[in-house]
């Protein structure tokens, strides 16, 4: 599981902002058609992305296992799937070597992934996998559009992810506005400078890279972080880099 980065928000002292790659409450809601709509459309968008590494050098006697968030967005001629993640899920931590990169989907279908373009400044990545159709057949997976533009403050949003392990959590929540945040400790692989979507729905440690969908079931952000009480670890509200954003990071790698 990836280690937890704190980060600092400018606007309370008893909260601490953290990469989560890594614990997530699933919310409970009363908007049974919506959220029907996102267990039967979107969640089969959504993959775990579980890589292991050992160390460098000598002989290899431990492995640690990191685990994160996608989204399936495209889908090319060769069948080949590709999702949307972090940066901080994908990048290789220091003096540390890959073992296994997969991308598990919401079937628990478990394909080799390959990480083929990544930025740190948005801290976003791109995986591409494919399935092998004689072991799991054909299976039924969606590809999630990415909305033309950001969202506007007040809109219900959806976040889809895999928290602490689990797997296809929905919250649910509103973007409270936009706003720059700052990492507490300096993270190589994630530093977000622009304004990023601030929301309510909950996210926890290993949602990163996780979609933020609005109710057209279009994704509008990409989760990469979020901020709780340092005394007691309870969310307070999530980071997620915005689409307009996404669409400029894949236009710059396609």
Do not use: W
């Amino acid at each position: 599981m990836r280690k937890t980065i704190k980060r600092a928000a400018a606007f309370a002292a008893v909260l601490a902002i953290a990469l989560f790659a890594g614990a997530c409450n699933i919310g409970y809601v009363n908007e049974t058609t919506f959220i029907n709509r996102v267990t039967e459309t979107a969640v089969k968008a959504g993959v775990k992305i579980e890589i292991g590494y050992g160390i460098r050098g000598g002989i290899l006697d431990t492995e640690e296992v990191y685990q994160g968030s996608g989204v399936i967005y495209a889908q090319n001629e060769s069948g080949e799937y590709f999702a949307l993640t972090n940066n901080h899920v994908v990048q290789a931590p220091e003096n540390m070597r890959e073992t296994y990169f997969s991308v598990i989907d919401c079937y628990g279908n478990r394909h080799t992934g390959e990480r083929v373009n990544y930025s740190a400044e948005d801290d976003l990545a791109v995986v591409k996998f494919s399935v092998d159709a004689s072991i799991y057949g054909e299976p039924d997976l969606h590809i999630l559009p990415l909305a033309e533009e950001n969202a506007p403050v007040n809109e219900t949003v959806v976040s889809v992810g895999a928290p602490d392990g689990q797997f296809n959590a929905v919250t649910i929540g509103k973007i409270s506005r936009y706003e720059s945040v700052t990492l507490t400790e300096e993270e190589s692989s994630s530093h977000v400078s622009y304004p990023v979507i601030c929301h309510t729905a909950v996210i926890h440690g290993g949602s990163s890279g996780g979609m933020l969908i609005d109710r057209n079931l279009q994704i509008v952000g990409i989760n990469y972080a979020g901020a709780s009480n340092e005394e007691t670890d309870e969310f307070y509200e999530g980071y997620a880099v915005p689409v307009e954003n996404v669409r400029a990071f894949l236009k710059m790698d396609s």
